[in-house]
T-cell receptor, first 111, second 111 residues
C-alpha cells in the first residue's frame, strides 16, 4: 500500500541555522499537507500543496511539492526556539478523507 | 466555534474493559478520522468517515469500532482493551480539500 516516508527522524540545530525535512511517497499524490505538533500538543495544519512543482512560503517556512508529485520538502530559514516541535507531512490515500501521515521529523533548537 | 472536542482527556483502563472515546465537531465537516500516536510511530489512521453513515478502516483498525450517525459525532469504541492500545488518540475533521483540524487528544493507559 501507499507509504509516506519522512526523513530525518530527528534534527538538532543551533538557533539561527536552517532546517529541512523531506517527505517521499511510493505513489503519486493528489496533494500533500504539512502539520506541526508542539511538544505535548496536537497537530496543527500548516499548508496544502496541490500542483506539480508548487512552492509556497509562510514567513521563514518554504514548502515545495516535487514535479512528479511524489516528494515534498519543508525548509525553515534561520530557526528560532519557537520552531521546536515535530513536523509531519501527510498525503491522501485513494479517495479524500483517508490521510496517511509520515513518521514526522522532530526538531529541537538550541538557543 | 469549539472546533473538535475530544473527551475524556485522560483515561486508565484495565485489560479487557471496554470504553468509548467521544469526538464532536461543530464545523459541519464531512471528513472525520481517528489516529493513534505512539513514540517513533507518527500518526497512524485507525478509522475514518467521509460522511454520516459512511465509515472505513484505516491502517490499524483491529480492536476498534466506529460509527457516524450524525455529521457532528464520531465516537471510537475499544471493544476489549489491551496494553498494546496504550497510546494518545486524536480525532480530526476536515472539509473537502482542506487540512484537518485536530482535537486536543485522549491519553489512554491500559493496565
Amino acid at each position: 500500500g501507499q507509504q509516506v516516508m519522512q526523513i530525518p527522524q530527528y534534527q538538532h540545530v543551533q538557533e539561527g541555522e536552517d532546517f529541512t525535512t523531506y517527505c517521499n511517497s511510493s505513489t503519486t499524490l493528489s496533494n500533500i499537507q504539512w502539520y506541526k505538533q508542539r511538544p505535548g500538543g496536537h497537530p496543527v495544519f500548516l499548508i496544502q500543496l496541490v500542483k506539480s512543482g508548487e512552492v509556497k512560503k509562510q514567513k521563514r517556512l518554504t514548502f515545495q511539492f516535487g514535479e512528479a508529485k511524489k516528494n515534498s520538502s519543508l525548509h525553515i530559514t534561520a530557526t528560532q526556539t519557537t520552531d521546536v516541535g515535530t513536523y509531519f507531512c501527510a498525503g491522501p490515500r485513494n479517495q479524500g478523507g483517508k490521510l496517511i501521515f509520515g513518521q514526522g521529523t522532530e526538531l529541537s533548537v538550541k538557543p | 466555534n469549539a472546533g473538535v472536542t475530544q473527551t475524556p482527556k485522560f483515561q486508565v483502563l484495565k485489560t479487557g474493559q471496554s470504553m468509548t472515546l467521544q469526538c464532536a465537531q461543530d464545523m459541519n465537516h464531512e471528513y472525520m478520522s481517528w489516529y493513534r500516536q505512539d513514540p517513533g510511530m507518527g500518526l497512524r489512521l485507525i478509522h475514518y468517515s467521509v460522511g454520516a453513515g459512511i465509515t472505513d478502516q484505516g491502517e490499524v483498525p483491529n480492536g476498534y469500532n466506529v460509527s457516524r450517525s450524525t455529521t457532528e459525532d464520531f465516537p471510537l469504541r475499544l471493544l476489549s482493551a489491551a496494553p498494546s492500545q496504550t497510546s494518545v488518540y486524536f480525532c480530526a475533521s476536515s472539509g473537502f480539500s482542506y487540512g484537518y483540524t485536530f482535537g486536543s487528544g485522549t491519553r489512554l493507559t491500559v493496565v
